[in-house]
């Protein structure tokens, strides 16, 4: 079975002011509908339908670039949309936010770390918020759609929070100014979203 272009929870205009609407649209229905189309037509007819996309990234071999930059694009957006909220914003509560303080020392020093991430990824990437087994949280950051599922990626963990800090991402709205927009799109973390992710891979 083909894997399929999820549909937004929310309007393009939704997160406005803090990413446009502009940029949702085309970030959606152009780049993450074309790794989904790029994705199935790599896999197809190589027996790997049926798999879970988390499955096939944890198996990936990382020179197959079809695979390796459509299904880490395919997944990468898949968390990206879920992990915004036009309700979002603010602090995780609970065990995620205890998790957080134990690993960074406070929010704010999270949200300091989480953001150089972000903007010192050189070129396209990403930044990544990830949970350990036992519970430890990680932040890395990866280059174009790499993701910490894969394999000798040096980023170890589930992503339960990913920002994509391509130009596409933000462009339009910040130019040059990435860290504008990383700024802004701490105003629009689904941490309930965050939490549930870390509650689950815990
Ligand atoms: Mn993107």
């Known amino acids: 079975m083909a894997f399929e272009l999820?549909?937004?929870?929310?309007?393009?205009?939704?997160?406005?002011?803090?990413?446009?609407?502009?940029?949702?649209e085309i970030h959606h229905d152009k780049h993450h509908a074309g790794y989904t189309k790029k994705l199935n037509d790599a896999l197809d007819g190589t027996g790997q339908n049926g798999k879970t996309i988390e499955n096939i990234l944890h198996n990936l071999d990382m020179d197959n670039t079809a695979v390796r930059n459509n299904g880490g694009g395919y997944y990468?957006?898949?968390l990206y949309w879920e992990v915004m909220s036009p309700n979002g914003g603010g602090?995780?509560?609970?065990?995620?936010a205890t998790a957080i303080d134990k690993k960074f020392g406070s929010f704010d020093s999270f949200k300091e770390e989480f953001s150089k991430a972000g903007a010192t990824q050189f070129g396209s990437g990403w930044a990544w918020l990830c949970v350990k087994e036992g519970g430890t949280v990680e932040i890395c950051s990866t280059a174009n759609q790499d993701n910490p599922l894969?394999?000798?990626i040096g980023c170890g963990g589930?992503?339960?929070?990913?920002m994509d800090v391509w130009e596409h991402a933000y462009y339009l709205k910040?130019?040059?100014?990435?860290?504008?927009?990383?700024?802004?799109?701490?105003n629009v973390v689904n941490w309930e979203e965050v939490a549930a992710r870390y509650a689950k891979k815990k």
């Open 150 to 152: 894969m394999p000798g």
């Open 91 to 96: 602090k995780p509560s609970g065990e995620l």
């Open 174 to 186: 910040y130019q040059n100014q990435r860290p504008a927009y990383i700024e802004a799109f701490f």
């Open 6 to 24: 999820p549909k937004l929870k929310y309007a393009f205009d939704a997160l406005e002011p803090h990413i446009d609407a502009k940029t949702m």
């Open 76 to 78: 990468n957006h898949n």
């Open 158 to 162: 589930t992503p339960i929070l990913g």
